[in-house]
């Protein structure tokens, strides 16, 4: 079942590793940025040390700016991923269908009634 579902994954394997990559390293980074702006906050902030200061806030903001781009690329391109597969299913179905015969569609009872 599994091998058959990834089959689907395999027209569209680029964008799915797009996908995938940027949700990882989103996930790092969610993990990784309250951390950064802790020690940040607790131990340079203290200090005198202002080019540090600004240094480490400019890369805090470029880590910012890096995650909300992997964000937008998980959410849209992850999306249109999932419309990209599911359109393949349903091609795949109605191929199916359209091979039945005449008689195999009037002898089964509609799904829905």
Do not use: C
């Amino acid at each position: 079942m599994i091998r058959r579902f990834a089959s689907y994954y395999l027209p569209h394997k680029r964008l799915f590793i797009i996908d995938f990559f940027s949700a990882v390293v989103v996930a790092v980074l969610e993990l990784a940025f309250p951390l950064a702006v802790q020690w940040f906050i607790d131990t340079l902030l203290p200090g005198d040390d202002w080019s540090a200061i600004v240094s480490v806030s400019a890369g805090l903001f470029l880590l910012y700016i890096i995650s909300t781009f992997l964000q937008f690329i998980v959410g849209y391109w992850g999306h249109k991923l999932g419309i990209n597969i599911e359109t393949d299913m349903r091609e795949e179905l109605f191929e199916h269908v359209q091979k039945q015969s005449f008689r195999f569609l009037i002898t089964r009872k509609p799904a829905i009634s």
